[in-house]
């Protein structure tokens, strides 16, 4: 069964601090990443994704892919409140039936 | 952005009990998924599907039947609940860009 590991499981950061979380995928065949952010009592939505090898940047948030070792990071820089989130990161497929398959989450506090 | 709607929001059953999650998506998408949501675990895969009549096994199905009657229409069904299926339903269709759109999820508890 494909796994989708995340490190740490919890995270403290202070306000414009720099948060770093990890996400593995244990299947070889997983092309896509993704990361969604869960605010308490919210659904999940979709962050960022990342299918290419290499980096991604969007405002705050920057994305890493390394196909090879099939490892994912998310950095958020100058880190608010509004941060704080259970961050999830997903994997799938790029080809057949489109399963995506998510890891237990990073849960962030950015303290003021 | 898609909008995909869930019902119940909150449901309590007993042991043995019966119960039908209901999920709808008007954005024409083929793929939904049902996930349910334990501290500790992340998200979990139960079932999804591609299309109206299809089903695929996710890899927690154990205790779930689930049919999609529409392309609109997925339902997750419960026929002996458990305690150990307590827990917060997620309902998901797939769109452009393979984003996944989540409802805003069934708390359901099994007494």
């Known amino acids: 069964q494909q796994k989708v590991q995340q490190s740490p499981e919890s995270l403290i950061v202070p306000e414009g601090g720099m948060a770093s979380l990890n996400c593995t995928s244990s299947?070889?065949?997983?092309?896509y990443f993704w990361w969604y952010r869960q605010h308490s009592g919210k659904s999940p939505k979709m962050l960022m994704?990342?299918?290419?090898?290499g980096e991604k940047e969007e405002g705050r948030f920057t994305v890493h892919l390394n196909k090879a070792s099939l490892h994912t990071s998310l950095h958020i820089r100058d880190s608010q409140p509004s941060d704080s989130a259970l961050y999830l990161c997903?994997?799938?497929?790029?080809?057949?039936?489109?399963?995506?398959?998510f890891g237990a989450g990073t849960r962030l506090k950015v303290i003021a | 952005e898609a909008a995909v709607t869930q019902s119940p929001r909150n449901k309590v059953t007993v042991t043995g009990g019966n119960v039908t999650l209901s999920c709808r998506q008007t954005n024409s998408h083929n793929y939904m998924y049902w996930y349910r949501q334990d501290t500790g675990h992340g998200l979990r895969l139960i079932h999804y599907s591609y299309g109206a009549g299809n089903l695929q096994i996710g890899d927690v199905p154990d205790g779930y039947k689930a049919t999609r009657t529409t392309q609109e229409d997925f339902f997750l069904l419960l026929e002996l609940a458990s305690p150990s299926q307590t827990s917060l339903y997620f309902c998901a269709s797939r769109g452009n860009q393979n984003t996944l759109y989540f409802g805003a999820g069934t708390r359901l508890s099994v007494l």
């Open positions: 299947d070889r065949n997983v092309d």
């Open positions: 997903a994997a799938s497929r790029n080809t057949g039936n489109y399963k995506y398959v």
């Open positions: 994704s990342i299918f290419s090898n």
